[in-house]
Structure formats: C-alpha cells, structure tokens
C-alpha cells in the first residue's frame, strides 16, 4: 500500500512537472530563446494558474486513473482531450483577462499570448504522453527480457513479405521471448526484393531460398503468408527439404486477430496446409442474422463436426447452444472448452439419444430452439456395413425423430449434415443418409420448418478419418495401408465445412440440398506419402505402403451430386444447391415403417438392403457391385465426376437461387 501511494505521489508530481517545464518552454520558444522582462513577469505570475487549470482537466478526464505501463491510442486520445479542454478554457480566459485589463491596468500582466498557450498545450502533450509511453516501453523490455529463455534466437528465413509478413516480422522484433531472429524476407514480388520492413531486409525470391539461409545463416524457414495455397505451401516445403532447413508456417488468414499474430501458435507444416484451398469469404451479415439472438440446438455436439459447429455457433451471437449428444465424455470437453472462450454464451449440455422421442420432446419442450443443426450419425462404412440395423436406427430413424420434433415444436430451420457418400450409394451408411434426405425433405413440403441438408465430402482430422488412421500406422512404424491406389476422395477441413454449413443454413428456403464446392479430389496415396514425408519419414525406406484392396461398401471415387439434381448456383461460389422432386408423403412413410420394423427386429443386413434398393435405386449393395479394374472404375466415374468438374464441363443453371 505504502509503495503504491509513494508511485501515485510521484506521477502526480511527475506531470505538474511536465506541464510546468511546458510552459516555460513555450516562453522559450516563443520568443526564440529571450524572454523579454515584462514577459517573464507574466511567465512567473501565471505558472501556478495554468498549471493548475492543465492538471485539473486532466485529473476531471480521469488521465490520472490510467495506468502508465499499459497506455495505449485510446489514453493518448483522453489526455489530447483533456488538454485540449484547458487550451480552450485558456483561450477563453485571456480574451476575458484582455477586455478587462481596459478597467484594471494590473491584470495586463495575466495575458499570455496566443502563440504560448498553443505550444504550451502542445509540448503538454507531448510530455505527458511521451512519459507514458515510455514507462510502458521500459515495462515491455523488462517483461520481455525476464520471459526469454536461455536458449538463442533461431536465425529465421521469413517466407512471404505481404501484410502477415510484416505482422509476425513486427512480433518478432518487439517478443525477443518467442526465440525467433529474422534474418531476411523471401519474397517472389520483385518491386519488393531491396527493400526493408521493420528493420528486415526482402532479400530474393523463394527460388534462392537454399543459398540465401546457407549465406545468412537461416536455421529454419517460417512461411509468413496467412492465405497461402496448398500448391504454394507444398513447393515451398519442398524447396525447404531440399535445402534441408526445417519449415514452419503462421496460423491461417482466420487467427490474425486485430492486426496481431500469435506467434505461440506457429507450427510445422500439416496435411491441412498441402491440401488447402484459396480462403474462404462468409457473408457474415447473413449468418449473422441466422444465428444473432436465436436458441440453436446441435445434436452430436460432441463429434468432430457438431463441436466445431458450435465453435463457430459462439462467434454470432446466439442467445443459447443446447448441445445434445449420446456420448458423455465428448460433451464434457466440448463444454468445458466453449465455457473457457466464451463465458458469455449460454450453454445447456444434455446428454440424449436422438432415437428416445419422449426425451426430445422434453428438450425442445423445455428449450425452445429455433434452429437445429442435425449431425449426429454412425458414418464408419465398414461397421455400418457390418451392422446395418443400427445404420437404419441412427442415422434414419433418429433423424426422422429429430426432424418430426422439429417440427411438432415450430422449430423455424433444420439443418441436416449429409455426406457425397448419399449420391449413387454403395454402402449401407451412404444409402441411410440418402434416405435421411429424402425423409427430410418429403417432410418440408407438409411443414412451416425449412429443412435443408447440407452435403460434403471428407473432413480432414475428424474422429475415426483417414489421416489421424495414417498418423497412427506412421507412428507404429507402419505399414500405411490403403485399399486402392486410384482411390480418391475429397477433403476440407472442419472449420471451412463447418463455415459452409452455417452459410447453407442461412441461405436455406426449404426442401434444397446444398452442395459444398470442395475443391479437386485428391489421390488417398499421395495423401499417405505427403504424411510420411511431414513426418520426417521415405516411404519404401523407412515406411512401407501396402494396397489391400476395396473394403466392404466402398468406392473408388465418391460424387457430391446427381445428374439429375442439376446443380444450381447460389449467391455464394462455393455453396450450390442440388433439387430433386420430392418423393410422395405417403411412399416415404411406408418406407420407413418397413425399415422400422426390420431394424427393430434384428433382420438380416440382406432384407435391409433389399428395402433401400426398392425404394432407392441408385443404391448398388456389396452383392450387386462388380469390382471394377482401376483403369474401368476409373474411366467410369469420370463422366459422373466431381461438382468441379462437372461445373468446367458444361454451364450451370443461368437463374441463381434466391437466398
């Protein structure tokens, strides 16, 4: 207490000092260094006054609150105020001191002139907040130096001189504790190759990146470019490796946050970079509205895609999230981590199977969403195909729960999360999902509810997928195995999908099926050998990689949308929509009481097979396909291909879709 009262003392006295040392100084300056005798008198006889008055507004402004080593433009902004009040006031009293002096010679000695007030006010200024900042600079250097730990800066080859360049080359310089020492800039702009940002030099192009971090002394490259291609980022990482300098990269474009970088989240290259795609733009006004001040409820909020969905649920505003999902353990890290990065939203965590209708009726009852986002789901082909009794009770039967409680409680929006592995279904779990879309939309012709499903490929990182399967065998020592070498699937990442989601469901009208542009397909093989290489690994020497062939309801090549759905833009480039005639009411329930009632009494995987190909023909079961050499599978699914593709090969629909 006694040290604090001792450091308030002396700021106090500190800035009288400065507005003193301000005004005598503009007596200086004013009258270029001789101060004639009459002025002087004055200087002495108003010093106190003006002193006073100065000091006054700053204190009835609150300047004397803020604390030094934390000041910052918003502080600079008060005491500009606050001083500017005084000036005026100042000038106020001299013109009345002016007029009054015709009726008392002795307040002649009170009119300052015009040119000491101002520069008065100006050097007030400057000395008050120069010794702030000051204070904080000390402060940050102190801070920064006590942080650093003992090892040495790495010498640092920054790759990219653009706007994130010139972020992490900032943080760099004012954090000595991240240990990162910029040696230069590597940059394929050449207006920019000579020139020097914040004390960096731009040194040549990525071309020379070899013998310039061997000239330099770079011990590693980081790739400051915040919306670098996968193609970008894959040639850099190449010519890094052959340089045999190691090679990290900044957080995504989406991390800069108030023009800052956090350099603790730098990281090696990942499988994520090598595939990524040009960044994507919301219209956030719309999801804005779609979610601001609404109760959205997720089911399989727990899952990789439902707890990234609320994720980004939390960055609109919602007036609650009610997460529901089955799997307790799931739910109690997703809530403990929203909880943790946005105590201002309200959260209702409930543990609930979406088959159980009474307890959905419960939940909806008692918290009223106006938008749901439906992704729970059994989405392993191979065990569903294996089980796929429980294929029907989850992912068609609790959808059509879901979906009918949506519905009964006026829930305005329902989104259901869908899969391309529903376009020309080979596996039970593609043709459950497409018969969740087709319940979901004959449902939207009979409802005031919009239902829309949203359908998109692979997602990179999700529980149980592709890649974390490969990092484990990599770990283990391998061998990687895959089941064809022509098998192809899409990729996107969890927050791009999630993103995406939430753009559909704001575009919803009802009824639509929304098809997420993903990009090209890309080869599971060369997928498997980039994760060796990022692992530091050869593949042949150090990995093998094994083929085993197509597993149970698998395909070589999966498609986002049918021929006859006719992808439709949208306003958005990378969301289309892909409308199919509804099928009857009626037909749709018949369906789904047979599979009811075979799901429910344990049938056989072929009786469950047979009712979806009665009713979905596009549905070709494990014992009707024919395995296909890989040149004829692949020559057969080029025609039928991807949404790209397809969208090079001939025009789409010239009439976009409203909303």
């Not at 283990?476 to 899409?490: C, F, H, L, N, S």
């Amino acid at each position: 207490m006694a040290s604090r009262i001792f450091n308030r003392t002396l700021q106090v006295l500190l800035d009288l000092a400065i507005l003193a040392a301000a005004y005598v100084l503009a007596y200086v300056v004013r009258f270029e260094g001789s101060v004639p005798l009459p002025m002087a008198r004055t200087l002495v006889w108003t010093l106190p006054y003006v002193v006073a008055l100065h000091y006054a507004c700053i204190f009835a402004f609150g300047v004397h609150r803020l604390a030094w080593r934390y000041v910052g433009l918003s502080d600079a902004r008060r005491i500009a105020i606050a001083l500017t009040t005084s000036t005026a006031l100042f000038i106020l009293v001299r013109v009345g001191v002016e007029q009054a002096a015709h009726l008392n010679a002795a307040l002649s000695r009170a009119i300052v002139p015009f040119g000491a007030i101002l520069t008065s006010s100006t050097f007030s200024f400057l000395g008050v907040t120069g010794v702030r900042v000051l204070r904080r600079m000390m402060a940050e250097r102190s801070e920064a130096v006590s942080r650093v730990v003992e090892r040495a800066s790495v010498p640092t080859m920054l790759i990219g001189a653009g706007r994130a360049g010139v972020l992490v080359a900032k943080e760099c310089v004012s954090r000595p504790d991240v240990a990162i020492r910029p040696v230069g800039f590597l940059d394929d702009d050449p207006v920019k190759i000579g020139t020097v940002i914040q004390g960096i030099p731009v040194l040549g192009t990525t071309a020379q990146l070899a013998q310039l971090c061997e000239k330099h002394g770079a011990e590693q490259a980081l790739i400051s470019i915040a919306s670098a291609s996968g193609k970008a980022i894959r040639r850099i990482k190449e010519l890094c490796d052959h340089a045999q300098v190691p090679v990290k990269i900044i957080p995504g474009l989406f991390e800069i946050v108030g023009g800052k970088v956090n350099l603790s989240r730098i990281r090696k290259v990942a499988i994520e970079d090598l595939l990524g795609r040009d960044p994507i733009t919301l219209d956030e006004a719309a999801i804005l509205e779609f979610v601001r001040g609404r109760v959205v409820l997720v089911t399989g909020a727990g899952g990789s895609i439902g707890s990234e969905l609320c994720r980004q649920l939390c960055l609109f505003a919602p007036a609650a999230i009610v997460l529901v999902d089955h799997a307790e353990n799931s739910l109690f890290h997703i809530e403990r981590e929203l909880r943790g990065k946005h105590p201002d939203v309200a959260l209702h965590v409930l543990v609930a199977d979406i088959r159980d209708e009474a307890r959905m009726h419960a939940i909806f009852g008692s918290h009223r969403p106006q938008v749901v986002f439906h992704a729970a789901a059994h989405k392993h082909v191979p065990m569903m195909e294996a089980n796929p009794g429980e294929a029907v009770k989850n992912n068609v039967l609790g959808t059509k729960c879901v979906a009918e409680v949506s519905d009964a409680h006026g829930v305005a929006e329902f989104v259901m999360i869908s899969t391309d592995k529903a376009v020309n279904p080979t596996s039970v779990m593609g043709v459950s999902k497409r018969a969740a879309e087709v319940f979901v939309q004959a449902l939207s012709q009979r409802s005031k509810t919009r239902f829309v499903a949203v359908r998109f490929g692979n997602v990179l990182g999700s529980a149980g997928s592709v890649v974390p399967l490969f990092q484990e065998q990599i770990a283990a020592g391998g061998p990687v195995t895959i089941t064809d070498p022509e098998m192809k699937r899409y990729f996107m990442t969890i927050p791009e999908a999630c993103q995406l989601v939430l753009q559909a469901g704001a575009m919803g009208q009802g009824g639509e099926i929304f098809v997420l542009d993903m990009g090209e397909p890309v080869k599971i093989v060369d997928l498997a050998r980039d994760l060796i290489k990022l692992s530091g690994l050869r593949e042949g020497d150090d990995i093998e990689v094994r083929f085993t062939g197509l597993r149970p309801g698998e395909k070589l090549f999966e498609e986002l949308a049918l021929e006859e759905e006719g992808a439709e833009r949208t306003r958005h480039p990378k969301v289309f929509i892909g409308r199919i005639k509804p099928h009857s009411w009626d037909a749709v329930q018949r369906f789904i009481a047979e599979l009811d009632a075979e799901a429910a009494n344990g049938a056989a995987g072929d009786r469950i097979r047979t009712i979806f190909k009665r009713f979905i023909p596009e549905y070709t079961p494990e014992t009707e396909r024919k395995r296909p050499s890989v040149a004829s599978a692949a020559q057969s699914a080029a025609p039928r291909r991807t949404a790209t593709e397809e969208r090079e090969s001939k025009p789409l629909v010239a009439t976009e879709i409203p909303g």
